[in-house]
């Protein structure tokens, strides 16, 4: 035998892969295998959004294995059967697969370990394809995980990341093993019409203008909603068509400001995957419990659906949300102040938030989405558990011209300037066409006065951020 399959998961490229050339070593035949879990449809994460950046995902996989002399192998059902089938097929002696966190994908790893080891096969799981630094790899001196940002960021600075590997030359796929035709987009219904296109060479040609006209400012814009100046990069992040390790050689080799804030942004990304390892509880559990009754029953369900599709009458928390909704992606400062009023203002558990989040991000992921709603609702890593957000002020600090409002809430289209943001001020002329927007669900002192009450915290204990 000296034939290898390459499970693809979170890492659907081929460059910097290094299941891919280990198992290509030598000149060795490959499998490359994706196998549609039935496991992740049936916890419900299979929504359109990701199903349909998937199918271009993997067709645009396929396009590059060809290019190859290769080809991907596509299978659906549970995950196990289906490798060791192929595996068998194609009579391979080893699979090889990268390192994830979630709790499901440790069990997957250990019931595929012991099924191929059962079969006289053996299981490779390669570290640092999803991650920049391996989840475990550093830990404080009295636990096995950071719990705070700054140290972990200081320990993981100092680390060199192994350098990026090319893309193969050729591979060599055995016939024999059939696949399954590759799923189109086109026919997946609920998809948002503004959904972006996936795959390795859409995510390189982004990467490549991020580089080059996008990383220089990133430090100052990354706030602005309206300038939509972040990189966009991270559905590519979460589907693997795009090497975490790569981006911070890239970046750091341009550097700067704006390099410098980037990648800092990306070890956000490893320290909550290293939380999540360590502490798979938390993708439905508090990490740090404020013992907080949530609010439950009608009107908090009424609230919440009315935050679910952009109706709270706050503009700066309604464009976030209808952008979330057509885009199926919302900016980084959209998601805290969303976020921060589901949870504060509104005073609803924040897995409220964060499953409605993973109904329609293109990049839901269960460790940035779960732990960043935590961070927001002060159950997780946050050493600021109550700090608010105030959705006027910030929405005048971050939109100041109120361009991003009038982009995706029409209603106040007409409405000049910062204005846009207290609509309930508005006279006259200014009012035209704003008569279907809602008047504000909550007013926000009483939101606070709630929220106090819940946390039993006092006006200086709460950190408002009024700026
Ligand atoms: C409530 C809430 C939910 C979120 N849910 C997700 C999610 O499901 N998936 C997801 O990838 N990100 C999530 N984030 C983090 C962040 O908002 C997005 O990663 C970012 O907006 C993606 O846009 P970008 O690629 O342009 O980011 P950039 O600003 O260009 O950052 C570059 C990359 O760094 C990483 N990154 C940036 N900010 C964070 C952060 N706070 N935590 C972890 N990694 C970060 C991402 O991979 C991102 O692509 C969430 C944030 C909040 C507040």
Same mark, same amino acid.
């Given at each position: ?9 979170a890492?659907l ?11 290509s070593?030598? %000149? ?10 039935? %496991?992740?449809?049936?916890? =419900?994460?299979?929504?359109p ?5 998937l ?13 190859r002399?290769g080809?991907?192998?596509? &299978?659906s ?13 194609a ?7 990268a ?11 250990? &019931? #595929?370990?012991?099924a191929l080891e059962a079969?006289g096969?053996r ?5 640092t394809?999803?991650?920049?630094v391996a989840?475990?790899?550093? +830990?404080?001196?009295? *636990?096995?995980h ?8 200081r320990?993981w600075?100092a680390q ?9 030359r *050729?591979l060599?796929?055995?016939d024999g ?9 086109d026919?997946l219904?609920?998809? *948002?019409?503004?959904? @972006?296109?996936g %795959?390795?060479?859409?995510?390189r040609?982004?990467?490549a203008?991020?580089?080059r006209? =996008?990383?220089a400012?990133y ?10 100046a972040t990189? &966009? ?7 693997g068509?795009?090497?975490p ?5 890239r970046?750091?080799?341009? %550097?700067?400001p704006g390099?410098e ?6 070890a ?10 360590a502490r798979?509880?938390? @993708? ?6 404020r013992h907080?009754?949530w609010?439950?029953?009608?009107s908090?369900?009424?609230d ?6 952009g109706? +709270?009458g706050?503009?700066?928390?309604d ?6 909704r057509?885009e ?5 400062r959209g998601?805290l102040?969303?976020?921060s009023?589901l949870?504060?203002t ?11 989040f993973l ?11 779960q732990?960043?709603w935590?961070?927001v609702?002060g159950t997780?890593?946050?050493t600021?558990?109550n700090?608010?957000l105030?959705?006027? @002020?910030?929405?005048? &600090?971050?939109?100041?011209e =109120?361009?991003?409002?009038r982009?995706?809430?029409?209603e ?11 609509p309930?001020k ?7 066409g ?5 008047d ?7 939101g ?6 819940a946390?039993s915290?006092?006006?200086?204990? #709460?950190?408002i951020?009024?700026?």
């Amino acid at each position: 035998m000296n034939t290898s399959v390459v499970l693809f998961t979170a890492d659907l490229r081929l460059h910097d892969h290094p299941p891919l050339r280990a198992a290509s070593a030598g %000149g060795r035949q490959v499998v490359p295998l994706f196998v549609r879990d039935r %496991g992740v449809a049936d916890a =419900g994460f299979a929504v359109p959004n990701r199903l349909a950046f998937l199918a271009d995902c993997l067709r645009d996989l396929d396009a590059g294995l060809r290019e190859r002399g290769g080809r991907l192998v596509l &299978r659906s059902g549970e995950v196990v059967e289906e490798v060791c089938r192929v595996a068998a097929a194609a009579d391979a002696d080893e699979v090889h697969l990268a390192a994830d966190v979630s709790a499901y994908a440790h069990l997957r790893e250990e &019931r #595929l370990r012991r099924a191929l080891e059962a079969d006289g096969r053996r299981l490779h799981v390669h570290d640092t394809v999803t991650t920049v630094v391996a989840p475990g790899a550093l +830990t404080p001196a009295s *636990s096995d995980h950071f719990a705070v940002f700054t140290p972990y960021f200081r320990r993981w600075s100092a680390q060199r990341p192994r350098d990026p590997l090319g893309a193969p030359r *050729s591979l060599s796929v055995p016939d024999g093993v059939g696949s399954e035709r590759l799923p189109s987009r086109d026919a997946l219904p609920g998809v *948002s019409a503004g959904l @972006a296109a996936g %795959g390795e060479v859409v995510a390189r040609k982004r990467l490549a203008s991020w580089l080059r006209s =996008g990383l220089a400012a990133y430090e100052e814009r990354h706030d602005d909603l309206a300038g939509d100046a972040t990189s &966009r990069l991270s559905p590519h992040l979460h589907f693997g068509t795009l090497s975490p390790a790569e981006l911070v050689h890239r970046a750091r080799r341009a %550097g700067g400001p704006g390099a410098e804030a980037f990648v800092r942004q990306l070890a956000w990304r490893d320290f909550h995957r290293q939380v999540l390892a360590a502490r798979p509880a938390v @993708a439905a559990a508090d990490y740090r419990t404020r013992h907080d009754h949530w609010r439950s029953g009608r009107s908090a369900e009424e609230d919440a659906e009315a935050w679910r599709q952009g109706r +709270t009458g706050y503009p700066v928390i309604d464009a976030a949300m209808r952008q979330l909704r057509y885009e199926g992606w919302m900016h980084n400062r959209g998601r805290l102040l969303a976020a921060s009023f589901l949870t504060k203002t509104l005073y609803v558990d924040w897995r409220v938030g964060a499953r409605h989040f993973l109904d329609l991000l293109v990049d839901g992921d269960l460790a940035n989405n779960q732990l960043n709603w935590q961070w927001v609702a002060g159950t997780g890593t946050d050493t600021r558990p109550n700090r608010v957000l105030n959705p006027v @002020a910030q929405g005048r &600090r971050h939109d100041p011209e =109120g361009a991003y409002v009038r982009r995706w809430v029409p209603e106040l289209a007409g409405a000049p300037g910062a204005a846009v943001h207290e609509p309930w001020k508005l006279r006259g002329a200014d009012r035209v066409g704003i008569g279907a927007y809602p008047d504000p669900v909550v007013d926000l002192a009483d939101g606070l006065a709630r929220f106090r009450r819940a946390r039993s915290k006092t006006d200086t204990e #709460l950190h408002i951020k009024n700026k």
